[in-house]
């Protein structure tokens, strides 16, 4: 530790944690940060951080870190190290074997929304243009997919349509599966502000995070619902809205389809729909159902902002589409104080998706199926593409069972640990014949690597990350990689030895490259990023400034489209044996699978995921706070230590997923969602008794 005052210069760059996007000053002694300063002229941040930016940023420098490439035949061989060149050969050299003995379709990609969009631009031309297939996806998978899917269907664009300081000109702010205060917490302090100025507050949650109720704020109207009932919840909201009147018929007859809002109206309005009907479903009472639509529709300016409690379910993307249709039947999409806001997990998950990391969809959003686009493409990376869509993750897991994909280039993203199902995961790794991790640290997914690239932190490398709200921020390299390359650099590497050319000579040329081929980021590049700070996208002829606010005029692809939302219940349900609900989340001081915060001092907060489970269901299990508990489900099961909460509903049960010695995901469902194969963590039948400490 730099005692305080030894500062010799500074740097401004963007967190590496959560999708705010906070800017950073980084005050540093020589190549070593002293500290990180927020920075008064963050464009997201406004000079505010949270625990996570301001003090966890010591990972970077841990003694766990690898910094040497190594290799083994089988994964029950120890490491050997080598130089970065024996390690990429080998790499290649077992994914070509494997191409020319399974055929193309039998590697992939997959890139993470830790990486920053020029890396991550980079793994997909890797596996498209050096693999010849589409086999590439990245971890918005398990989180955000259904948000890309469903506000393309609906409003044209896979993107949020505000800026978070759009939320100060709310007057209602409804909150639907996020938990602000925990997982993006410069933003939620924000929302908390204007809810202190008077904004109306509605919270659609299975318990009573702290939006629900804290010491300067309580919301108007908590809708705790039943998990994996929020279809049913938003439909109710809607149907009232229609039935009584509410409905913004100005807004719609000059901005959406007549023909899908007259089906949509229609389909909504029936009693089926009606919040009387769907109590009993949801666990709402249909008065609060009542007073929060009506709320919402004749309130001023409503914004919605939802999180993975809406997204992580088997109707994820219907909830979207659902919440796509309240804002535009009330008109408030398409000025400042409204809007539908996706709050984005992770730094980069918006760029990571924008950069092309889906199998069907090159940057920019556009199919692979598309000879225009796939011509463009073919001209600029001198190749032919395949116009097939790849697989996604669970494909890639289904087809390694299965004996037909056997190699994956896996960079930033540890699925041992974070995806669902883990002896699913763990089984289809252990059927692969060369499994290529390229991270900071030796992963969970690392136990079942042969070749190990050491990857680059935050503080090395140099990039962008977009964050929730399509802002497009610099991240400076402040040391050097501490493993000699940035990742990009090892990805460069892995394409020339696998025989496609790469010749990038900085991160800012990548950049180039994706402004030339991308038509939202055409005025984007470092140097302009350096002249005014950061941009959000759509940044092009049109917006050469960028564009804070989407859909103004018109919304992205012409006319708004309302799409029918039946609500379907997951096939996850309660029984004798699994009498309760599981569902997941994060808590402040860690960060998702925790490789990062768990070796900072924040494990001083945080140092064990626990089970948080009601009264009344502790009491008929004789579980006292503190007690050891296990938890059974369909999948397997865990132990953890149980939280005794007033905040849980009777029946739900709630814990985290940063430390993997839980094993959180050993117990999670493996449904998911029916457009995007999104994994349900929000919804696992599971069992809770007392057991002895392990
Ligand atoms: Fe980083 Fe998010 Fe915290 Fe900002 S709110 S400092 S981006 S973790």
Not at 110 to 119: G, I, K
Not at 426 to 452: G, I, P, R, S, Y
Not at 535 to 545: I, T, V
Request: net charge negative; glycine share 8%; hydrophobic share 35%.
């Amino acid at each position: 530790v730099v005692e305080k005052g030894q500062a010799d210069h500074s740097i401004i760059t963007t967190c590496a944690y959560c999708g705010v996007g906070c800017s950073f000053k980084a005050e540093m002694k020589g190549s070593e940060v002293v500290r990180m300063v927020p920075d008064k002229n963050g464009q997201a941040n406004h000079g505010h951080s949270c625990v996570k930016g301001r003090f966890a940023f010591g990972y970077a420098t841990h003694p766990d870190r690898i910094t040497s490439p190594m290799i083994r035949k089988s994964i029950h061989d120890p490491w050997q190290k080598v130089s970065w060149e024996e390690a990429i050969n080998y790499a290649a050299s077992e994914f070509k074997r494997i191409q020319a003995k399974y055929g193309k379709d039998s590697v992939g990609g997959l890139t993470s929304s830790r990486c920053t969009n020029e890396e991550a631009y980079l793994v997909q031309k890797l596996v498209r243009a050096a693999f010849g297939n589409n086999n590439v996806d990245t971890c918005a998978r398990v989180c955000h997919s259904p948000t890309g899917y469903g506000l393309k269907q609906t409003l044209g664009e896979s993107a949020g349509t505000q800026t978070f300081d759009s939320v100060m000109k709310s007057d209602v702010i409804m909150v639907i599966g996020a938990n602000p205060t925990d997982g993006h917490p410069v933003f939620g302090s924000l929302m908390k502000k204007r809810v202190r100025q008077g904004a109306r507050l509605i919270v659609v949650d299975p318990r009573d995070i702290d939006m629900v109720r804290s010491p300067h704020i309580e919301a108007d109207y908590h809708l705790k619902l039943k998990p994996g009932t929020n279809v049913a919840v938003v439909n109710a909201l809607a149907h009232v809205i229609v039935r009584e009147g509410l409905v913004d018929e100005a807004f719609v007859n000059a901005r959406c389809e007549a023909e899908s809002f007259s089906k949509w109206k229609d389909f909504v309005a029936q009693e089926r729909n009606s919040p009387e009907a769907m109590e009993s479903v949801t666990g709402v009472p249909a008065q609060t159902l009542r007073e929060a639509a009506r709320l919402y529709a004749t309130g001023g300016n409503a914004a919605i902002y939802y999180g993975l409690g809406v997204t992580e379910h088997s109707q994820g993307s219907t909830t979207v589409i659902a919440i796509a249709n309240l804002a535009m039947a009330t008109g408030n999409v398409g000025r400042e104080g409204v809007g539908v806001n996706p709050l984005r997990g992770q730094n980069n998950v918006q760029g990571s998706c924008d950069m092309g990391s889906f199998p069907h969809e090159l940057p920019g959003y556009r199919h692979v199926s598309d000879s225009t686009v796939r011509a463009q493409f073919e001209a600029a990376w001198n190749t032919r593409l395949d116009p097939e869509p790849g697989l996604r993750i669970p494909n890639m897991f289904a087809a390694a069972l299965e004996g037909s994909f056997k190699g994956l280039y896996c960079e930033g993203e540890d699925i041992a640990q974070s995806d669902p199902d883990t002896q699913h995961v763990f089984a289809a790794l252990e059927a692969m014949e060369c499994v290529v991790v390229q991270d900071l640290f030796l992963n969970e997914t690392a136990k079942f690597a042969h070749v190990f690239l050491p990857g680059a932190s935050f503080l090395e490398k140099s990039g962008t990350f977009t964050n929730a709200e399509r802002r497009i921020s610099p991240v400076r390299r402040v040391m050097p990689p501490l493993a000699g390359y940035e990742d990009w650099q090892v990805t460069q590497m892995l394409a020339n030895a696998l025989g496609y050319p790469m010749n990038y000579s900085h991160a800012s040329e990548i950049l180039d490259e994706i402004a030339s081929l991308v038509p939202t980021f055409s005025k984007v590049s470092f140097k302009r990023l350096d002249e005014v700070g950061s941009l959000q996208w759509p940044c092009n002829e049109e917006a050469p400034n960028g564009t804070p606010t989407m859909h103004v005029d018109h919304f992205v692809r012409g006319k708004g489209r309302f799409m029918l939302t039946e609500y379907v219940p997951t096939e996850e349900r309660t029984s004798s044996k699994f009498p309760l609900i599981l569902t997941t989340g994060r808590i402040l001081s860690q960060y998702n699978v925790g490789a990062q915060t768990r070796r900072t001092a924040n494990t001083a907060w945080h140092s064990e995921d626990r089970l948080e489970i009601h009264p009344h269901d502790a009491e008929n299990r004789g579980i006292k706070d503190g007690d050891w508990v296990g938890i059974k489900s369909r999948q397997g099961e865990t132990v953890l230590r149980a939280v005794v909460s007033e905040r849980m509903q009777p029946g739900v049960v709630y814990t985290t997923f940063h430390f993997p010695e839980s094993g959180a995901n050993v117990i999670t469902t493996d449904n998911s969602d029916w457009a995007t194969n999104c994994p349900e963590y929000k919804v696992t039948a599971v069992q809770v008794t007392k057991v002895n400490a392990p």
